[in-house]
Every structure is written in C-alpha cells, then in structure tokens.
C-alpha cells in the first residue's frame, strides 16, 4: 500500500511540474504565442482556466498523498528523533586504530 502511494505520490508530482511548466507567466496558457496555435481547441482564457484548475486540483491531491504517507509511516522508521541522532551519531568505524604493518627486514 505504502508503495503504491509512493508511486502515486511520484507521478502527481511529475504531473504538476508538467503543468506548472507548460503555463504562461501571464496567463496566456500552453505557452504559445495566440490560441490560433492550438487550432479551435480551447480559447486561450479556457485553456488558462483549465491549467490554472488542473494545477489546484494536482496540488491538493500531491499534499492529500503526502499527508496520507506521513500518517501511515509514522513510528515505521527506527531512526528515532533527529536530536537522537546528533547527540549519539551512529558508528561508521572502529575507534581503534589500525595496528601497523610488520615489515621484514
């Protein structure tokens, strides 16, 4: 279950980038120059609405999905508490050093 949110949560978030990017930063939707570009599709007001919607409608659902994962993982991580961590750092190595070598001479 986690991992399909995760994925779920993954493709969302590539879906609201995409938007996000294909948008005008004056509102003119799709990025092109007129709306005679995109044939009669939409009028360029309807597609900003369509994007603008679209964009609303990604982000509640990206913050539902995030929300959702926190709530089912809470506890799952045995990583404790961040101050936990600082204050005893997990062993990466020995603390004894290494005896040297034995040369023959």
């Known amino acids: ?3 399909f ?3 779920l949560t993954v493709l969302v978030a590539l879906a609201l980038i995409g938007v996000i ?3 005008r930063s004056e509102g003119g939707g799709l990025g092109v120059g007129n709306s005679q570009g995109l044939g009669s599709f939409m009028s360029g007001r309807g597609t900003a609405t ?3 919607r679209s964009t609303g409608v990604l982000a509640a659902a990206f913050m539902a999905l995030c929300l959702l994962l926190a709530v089912l993982n809470r ?3 045995g990583g404790g508490q961040v101050r936990d961590i600082l204050a005893h750092p997990p062993a990466t190595h020995s603390s004894t050093p290494a005896a ?3 040369t023959k001479h």
């Open 1 to 3: 279950m986690t991992t």
């Open 5 to 7: 949110l995760l994925i």
């Open 21 to 23: 990017l294909i948008q």
């Open 50 to 52: 369509l994007l603008t």
């Open 75 to 77: 506890g799952a991580s």
């Open 100 to 102: 040297p070598a034995a």
